[in-house]
């Protein structure tokens, strides 16, 4: 079932000469719905001297904005604690610059309706409500000292460098309202009212018109305020639906050629491991052809690795690229398991195994494709970490695909899958040895990797064993050392992705892509070598030569003391 959502908007000066009040509600259209979901929020502008309404306006459409832009694999809450920080820095800089003295200031009280969950944030003295049949819930507390509340706000935008933000998440049903208040229309409104108004009403725009009018009859002499938003459909691809599924959906038994599961013959053991089974299969409805991924039967009571395909499964949702295998949900499996598109081709990894090295224009489009579709991923927050020659698919269309985001990190992702060390060793950063996390710079170093052996068939320091530290006391040989065909400034761009010292690497994807794109036409630098003690294990090096050297001076002394 599709995101759907019934919303309804109200706002009305009342008695006040203007309307500080204002509001917004964003549904965006197509994939980005599901990925997004709806945004509201309320503010209601406070000021000495006038100027409240900018304040509340300023807010409101500065968290849409930022909204829109943030990478949507972002946990809500951290991404709104992000947004709304920076805006209160702003205003609270801007009240400061103020020439006339006048302080701007405003509440908000915002909601993300996403997945099937809800989550509010929270500063001022407008309130949030969950109305569920007769039950009216409080999602906020507010702000505000008994009394005057316009003038007893306790915490609010604009009036602190920093701010406290309330959150709350909850359980998000079809047929839920949420309602959004400011304070001139809450004071006057029991819950009782606000129950019956969205009960009674036939649309969300009924019920906020109704329940403004009666804030106003009811003697409120502010502006009045009040956002509808009544759940009509859910999505059925959100991470803590996958999540569920993952814990009451039985692993299926090991399945053989011509058996089937769901309508879905299996065609080949595409590849097997202690962990997980991958099945070529056709859909006997269609004769389509997909990749069946799920656990292996041993794994059957393991609630982590149920939890890290659950987020595969999601975080594969998320991308719809090209440089991606397209996840293809089943609602209704009787399985715990995840399809993906079946692809002509073969992973980069037979290709280097089966063939010589990449021809350097076939290597240099690849490493494009790659950098393209690794730009796209860091912008959303997502960091691969296994990112080498057999998690690439060539496919027959010479499209390159990243495969196997089994232990990408996404900010959602299981605890027990962020703190697992994840990566082929001999494409891991060197400072990951070190007990750094896995971020951005370690996929483009095994980017760097991935170059170098996909021009020369051999990794740049060897084959590498967990934990073995020693390899990366030296730098490489240049690529032009293996094969001379290959120009110098490829040398220098490959040797800059794979250097020692992190400061001396591509900072971005597109930074990295960039250069490869100029080529030749605006060549790099050669590389200076890394001094002798600067490389890994550089200083236990010193240190025993220094050793060593005084061992000898005591030694000499005790010689000719004699």
Known sequence: MSFDIDIGFASVAGKRPVNEDFALAWLPAGTERQQRGLIAAVADGVSTGGGGREAAQSMVTGLFSDWRSAPVTWETSAALDRIITAHNAWLYAHNRRSDNGHERATTLTAVVARGQTWTVAHVGDSRAYLIRGADVEHLTTDHARPGDLRAALTRALGIDERVLVDYAQGELRIHDVLLLATDGAWSKLRDRDLAEAVGQCDSSQEAAERLTQLALARGSTDNVTVLVLRVRGLPTDDLGVEMLRARQLAVPRRLRPGEALDGLVVLSVLAQSDVTLL??????????????????????NDDDERANLAHEAWLGQRFDSAAFVRVRPRPDASSLYVLFDWHGGRALEQRLVDGPPLSVPEAIDLSRQLLRALGAMHRRGVIHRDIKPANLHVGDDGVLRILDLGVAVSGNEPAALLDLHAGTPSYINPEQWDGARADAASDLFASGVTLYRALTGKLPYGEVLPYQSGRYRRDPKPVSAHRPDVPKWLDAIVLKSIALDPASRFETAEEFLVVLERGS???????RPTPLFAGRGGWQLAFAVSLFVNLCLLLLVLIVGR
């Open 279 to 300: 099945y070529q299969v056709e859909d006997q409805a269609d004769g389509r052809q997909y990749v069946l991924k799920t656990l292996a039967p041993g794994r059957q």
């Open 521 to 527: 036409a605006r060549p790099l630098p050669p590389s």
